[in-house]
């Protein structure tokens, strides 16, 4: 038998190859964005109102993956800006974004912000990734976000057999099948988290019995 044990965004099973050694580790919880393109020309405060009355807000970026799925909401043959959630108060006023987000991710085009003509207090984005700070009164595209959950769960699983490729996949098929009689929403996706080496299930070693400092057992009630 081998002890694998892998990063799955979803819960466990069982089959006659494969037990799952129960119960699965909660590893984390995270909250992940999920952005949404407006096609509706409005000016930024519009694009405002509008988000956060039918999503949460508009968009925010962390980072340059969290801003790429946001360049991935905006349709291929777009060409023009979008506004998103950045914008100031006056020329002199630090940028902010819409959610009071803390982020301090920029990805301004070069010679951006310059504020010309001295009215370009909110940012709009390209669809090829570049920043450019425009008159909040620019009729534009939005794109808006929402929060969903990802969760992130640890399972430990015993079996005889690779439990890499192609295995893995009818393991999720599995595991996927029964969540969704049970647990999950219709609109839960599962996926496997892929280590360095390419693989999913790494191998667990064991210490030696001769190596283990014997401890006693404490048993909580719940």
């Known amino acids: 038998m081998f002890d694998k044990s892998a990063d799955l965004k979803t819960s466990a099973f069982q089959n006659p190859a494969i037990v799952i050694a129960p119960p699965p580790a909660l590893s984390s919880c995270v909250n992940a964005r999920i952005f949404y393109f407006i096609p509706e020309h409005k000016n930024w405060t519009e694009a405002q109102t509008y988000c956060r009355l039918h999503r949460t807000d508009l968009a925010t970026a962390d980072d340059q993956m969290d801003y790429d799925e946001l360049l991935k909401a905006i349709p291929k043959d777009f060409t023009d800006y979008v506004w998103f959630g950045l914008y ?53 595209a939005s794109v808006c976000y929402t929060v969903k959950k990802r969760t992130i769960v ?39 988290k892929t280590h360095q080496d390419g693989n999913v299930f790494q ?5 030696k019995e001769s190596d283990v400092t014997q401890q006693p057992c404490l048993l909580k009630t719940i």
Request: hydrophobic share 30%.
């Open 88 to 140: 100031r108060t006056d020329g002199t006023a630090p940028w902010v974004w819409s959610d009071q987000s803390k982020s301090v991710f920029r990805s301004w085009g070069i010679g951006q912000p310059n504020n010309s003509g001295g009215a370009q207090f909110c940012v709009g984005a390209s669809p090829t990734g570049p920043w450019n700070d425009l008159e909040c009164t620019y009729q534009l």
């Open 154 to 192: 640890r399972l430990e699983v015993k079996s005889g057999h690779q439990l890499n490729d192609p295995a893995k996949t009818e393991i999720l098929q599995q595991i996927g099948k029964i969540l969704t009689e049970k647990v999950m929403t219709e609109d839960a996706k599962l996926s496997w």
């Open 203 to 207: 191998e667990k070693t064991h210490p």
